[in-house]
């Protein structure tokens, strides 16, 4: 239900003031509602602005014939300081030089040395770029760009690197695209046959979902980065709740400790259903991480067991939800959990999804319930919380049940979790201000209708960037789409594999497997982008970014 104050200014007839309660909003994303606010009565029949107002409308707040000093906006941005980039960017490569140090392990583990030499090459040339950037000074503000610019190129950096144990068994562009699967938790592969892949390759695309999955943010807050105003900063741009806990540093050790313990309760769960030691351990770090990467060709169904299978995606589901709500749910109460309204929409909209996946497989590929059941649950859970996995062709798929995936793929998970997509706390935001949009025209044009999502505000900032991602995930997509559509791809199909990517899911209609060297590039785009939310790519790719601009 959806919840809006609607305020008129003050009646001139009696100077009282109407106010107009509808009850139809979801429970607040959080525990405590937003504190009241201080308004200043006016008789006039103009809504009281803040100067801020004035910016954005272009009107001046000043009294007519005070001194006024009009300087372009592009002429106040300030580049990013290579010196503060490159010290963090140093940090985070070591980070990279430590994680990379388990697939080594693991090659020794499974006595394929030969990938035991590339991951070293990989830890060596990592350590190396940590050690030549150590000695730059440490900067203790992080302006945005520069924390955006830090995000991306890391998982860049990352997935080039990384590339370098593939290169033995598969071509340039083909290793970097799985590289780029792997690191963005996406699951597209180029791989038909998985199963002939070493299992040191098997472990190391896991192990680069599950350390994708976290954040090279995060771990490296915990690992590296002191708590102060840099931490806080990369925090924030991760989309992870500050300040809940008490401390960027104290929040990121805490979701390590959350994310490693789901882990470690996927691996036994999925062990305890059937599967086999190697296969748990593989499938728990892809489900956790949503990342949907697995051992067998035919993803889930290659494991031959129902309950393996939905243990995989029960794992997938809790991923997908804000981490630190576990936290919340521990020490409050497993009530917390549900009040949150990003769980309860997610429940909601992947309930929905397998319902109508279900019924469309039952009438257009005449399955029987059971199997049309089985089947659509998965698919939907898969979609909605951007995991992956699949039991089913998604090429024999119906149209109908393409789209509903598509729309799911595209809507994701929560803010604050591993999943990828628009995130529902934006779609919810879009909702809201579609909600005030039709009670505007309900209401006397001098009323002023406060947009909330629950009980708490939101703010200016949490609506442009909002509509700022969606935005971009909308161009991104369509972009995207008709390069596959002009080389000849179905359209739905070719849709269909552009948002499963960008919205780093992996589900495929078989056309990552098949598409040029090209298309491989345009997918890996997206992947990146969805992964760092578009805007970090964006920023890192931006001219001025890097350059001042020198006024006129």
């Not at 008789?43 to 602005?49: A, G, K, N």
């Not at 106040?76 to 388990?102: D, E, I, T």
Request: hydrophobic share 50%; net charge neutral.
């Amino acid at each position: 239900m959806f919840f809006a104050s609607c305020r008129t200014q003050g009646d001139h007839a009696n100077g009282s003031d109407t106010y107009i309660s509808l009850e139809t909003q979801p429970a607040s994303l959080t525990q405590q509602s937003a504190p009241p606010r201080k308004e200043n009565l006016n008789t006039s029949s103009e809504p009281i602005r803040s100067p801020r107002d004035f910016a954005i409308i272009g009107v001046s707040p000043f009294p007519e014939g005070s001194p006024q000093v009009t300087t372009p906006i592009a002429s106040l941005a300030q580049p990013v300081r290579l010196a503060v980039v490159g010290k963090y960017f140093g940090q985070l490569n070591l980070a990279l030089a430590v994680m990379s140090l388990v697939p080594l392990s693991a090659s020794v583990l499974f006595t394929e040395y030969r990938y035991t030499g590339a991951y070293a090459v990989v830890c060596m040339i990592c350590a190396m770029i940590s050690v030549a950037l150590k000695g730059l000074p440490p900067v203790t503000a992080l302006r945005a760009n520069e924390a955006l610019v830090i995000i991306a190129a890391i998982f860049v950096t990352s997935s080039l690197v990384m590339t370098l144990p593939l290169l033995r068994d598969l071509p340039p562009v083909a290793a970097w695209f799985e590289t780029v699967s792997a690191v963005t938790t996406t699951g597209l592969s180029t791989q038909i046959t998985s199963q002939t892949l070493p299992r040191s390759v098997l472990f190391g695309r896991a192990w680069l979902q599950w350390t994708g999955g976290l954040g090279m943010v995060v771990l490296s807050q915990l690992l590296l980065i002191g708590p102060g105003a840099v931490a806080k900063r990369l925090a924030q741009l991760e989309n992870h709740v500050d300040d809940v806990i008490g401390g960027t540093h104290a929040i990121a050790r805490q979701m390590l400790v959350i994310y490693a313990f789901l882990t470690l309760t996927a691996v036994i769960i999925i062990w305890l259903a059937g599967a086999n030691g190697f296969d748990a351990v593989v499938h728990a770090l892809t489900a956790v991480s949503t990342g949907g990467f697995s051992t067998y060709d035919d993803s889930l169904a290659g494991l031959h067991n129902g309950y393996v299978s939905y243990a995989v995606i029960f794992f997938s589901l809790c991923g997908a939800v804000p981490l630190l709500i576990y936290h919340q749910g521990f020490r409050h109460g497993p009530l917390t959990v549900w009040r949150n309204a990003q769980v309860r929409y997610l429940l909601l909209a992947s309930t929905l999804v397998a319902l109508f996946v279900s019924y469309n497989m039952m009438h257009a590929l005449h399955l029987p319930w059971r199997e049309a059941l089985d089947r659509g649950v998965l698919l939907a859970v898969s979609a909605q919380s951007t995991a992956g996995f699949a039991n089913f062709e998604i090429a024999q798929l119906d149209g109908a049940s393409k789209l509903l995936l598509i729309l799911a793929m595209a809507g994701g998970g929560s803010l604050g979790s591993t999943a990828g997509g628009m995130k529902i706390f934006r779609i919810l935001i879009l909702l809201r201000l579609l909600q005030i949009a039709i009670q505007r025209t309900a209401t006397p044009a001098h009323a002023v209708i406060e947009p909330k999502l629950g009980r708490e505000s939101l703010t200016p900032d949490d609506i442009e960037r909002a509509i700022m991602v969606l935005a971009f995930f909308v161009v991104v997509i369509i972009g995207s789409w008709l390069s596959f559509v002009v080389a000849g791809y179905d359209a739905m199909d070719a849709l269909f594999e552009v948002v499963s990517a960008t919205g780093t899911v992996g589900l495929s209609t078989g056309i990552s497997a098949q598409c040029n060297d090209v298309l491989k590039l345009v997918l890996c785009f997206d992947m990146l982008a969805g992964r760092v939310e578009i805007i970090a790519l964006v920023i890192l790719l931006y001219p001025r970014t890097w350059l001042k601009l020198q006024p006129s």
